[in-house]
């Protein structure tokens, strides 16, 4: 089964997801997908990992890291499915990053791999951009990288751990404007979802509603306003956004 | 934590590293090389997750075969949402200021997130109370305490801070919007000090009062 939230006339609603993306509201009415505003699924912290596919790390010119690189996202980062994302004026490269996203579902701390997807209420997607142009060698990548507002689609729900029975072995694709730029399985993450929740948890205790972005392999590319990126992991689901420009994200914002 | 701070500084807990002058210069040389390759050009940002959260009088747990540090701060509690405000209005969106202690293991590099250091259970103890913004003069004039078992450990004051709090508030708000209920962690002074199981900790600030922690042994299963 898949979970959603989203917005209509105003309220915020839990809500399931049928076919054709019609959403299923607690009172029974059934809206479709363009009727709603899609809101981020979960809303806790995000502890999202760099350089966790074999591929990936090569591209980037570093040594696949012997300990995870996790870095955190606060909420004011995330946005749904069908939401825009602004590129910054006067900037070189922003690129998407197409990710398997862990929802946890209840405290987890000393979690052992074994039981690790006990403790998840299921997955979903994020786009993980980042503009290059910004990064510094502190706390790398630094919040100004990846932590802007509206800057992490996430969703477009939460896809039960049942209906998942081999995260594993997922393709995720990218595509921009309907020219498919990125593609790669998820069989190919060096720190999988049992190992990172056994890490994490091993000095901290995750959260319901924390999320583990897993990674994105290679196979990244600019983005520039205008430009649909739909993000997909096979099994999980698929998540548009959309690139505008600061002026026009600024300025829809004041208007809203 | 008292019941007013604790429902109005509810939001994200951000931290800035390396804002004061003491700690920038002593590291400066070191920044100039790898990986650093060049000091920071903007505030160096970190984050607390909920988990972190602690109060005054709170248990603070020393994690079994590590450092412990505590990090005494000038906390920034958000009053009102900012997004990309200029440094003479950033004040506006201060609801008023409190304690924070942001416990750390120690950093010796700067260079990757410090999750694994900071985001510990319990390690971002604030409080005692929130003062509002009016009855705090100036709040780049404040004396900064550390007191270990009743000991002074470490002080400074937040006039060296490297960037003023509209400096921080108008950087950070040009990506970023800092939500009514956020707190900015300015940043600890140089001189962290170690700190044992059965230690008191206490951060005075002037103005704001005493935020209390006492550090306890990590029980192991």
Not at chain 1, 22 to 40: K, S
Not at chain 2, 18 to 31: H, K, S, T, V
Not at chain 2, 154 to 180: D, G, K
Request: aromatic share 8%; with cysteine.
């Amino acid at each position: 089964m898949k979970h959603a939230r989203i917005r209509f006339e105003g309220a915020e609603h839990q809500v399931q997801v049928e076919a054709q993306n019609a959403v299923r509201l607690a009172d029974g009415r059934l809206l479709n997908e363009n009727q709603v505003e899609w809101l981020p699924p979960a809303t806790g912290s995000m502890f999202a990992l760099g350089l966790n596919y074999a591929d990936h790390a090569a591209e980037l010119a570093f040594t696949p890291p012997t300990e995870p690189l996790a870095f955190i996202k606060s909420p004011g980062t995330y946005t749904g499915h069908n939401q825009t994302t602004w590129r910054p004026d006067n900037v070189a490269y922003m690129h998407y990053e197409c990710e398997l996203v862990a929802v946890i579902g209840k405290p987890a701390r000393n979690v052992k791999r074994e039981n690790a997807l006990e403790y998840l209420a299921g997955y979903t997607v994020c786009n993980d951009y980042a503009i290059r142009d910004y990064l510094e060698n502190y706390y790398r990548p630094n919040l100004r990288v990846k932590n802007r507002d509206a800057t992490t689609p996430v969703g477009p729900w939460i896809v039960d751990v049942a209906d998942v029975p081999d995260p594993s072995n997922l393709t995720l694709r990218t595509w921009i404007n309907g020219e498919l730029r990125q593609e790669g399985s998820t069989k190919d993450m060096i720190f999988d979802i049992p190992y990172l929740i056994e890490y994490l948890s091993s000095f901290m205790t995750l959260q319901p509603g924390d999320m583990i972005a897993t990674g994105t392999p290679e196979g990244l590319a600019d983005v520039v306003p205008g430009d649909e990126v739909i993000v997909e992991v096979e099994g999980v689901g698929r998540l548009v956004n959309r690139i505008v420009s600061e002026a026009e994200f600024f300025s829809a914002r004041k208007e809203a | 934590m008292s019941r007013a701070l604790h429902d109005v500084a509810n939001g994200t807990l951000f931290g800035v590293a390396l804002n004061y002058q003491g700690l920038l210069n002593q590291r400066i040389a070191e920044f100039e090389q790898a990986p650093y390759q060049k000091p920071p050009l903007k505030p160096v940002l970190f984050i607390k997750t909920p988990n972190t959260r602690n109060g005054h009088d709170g248990v603070v747990v020393h994690p079994h075969g590590e450092r412990l540090q505590p990090g005494p701060a000038l906390g920034v509690v958000i009053g009102k949402s900012a997004s990309r405000v200029s440094v003479e209005n950033a004040l506006e969106h201060v609801a008023g200021y409190t304690i924070v202690n942001e416990f750390s293991l120690p950093e010796d590099s700067y260079y990757r997130p410090a999750v694994k250091a900071k985001c510990r259970d319990g390690f971002c103890s604030l409080g005692p109370e929130l003062v509002a913004r009016d009855q705090v003069a100036n709040p780049h004039q404040l004396s900064l305490k550390l007191f270990v078992n009743g000991e002074l450990r470490q002080q400074n004051s937040t006039a060296n801070f490297v960037r003023s709090i509209p400096q921080l508030i108008a950087e950070i708000s040009e990506f970023m919007t800092l939500h009514e209920g956020d707190v900015l962690i300015t940043g600890t002074p140089e001189g962290r000090v170690d700190v044992q199981p059965g230690d008191t900790v206490e951060v005075e600030i002037s103005g704001l009062g005493r935020l209390i922690n006492h550090i306890k042994a990590e029980e192991l299963s």
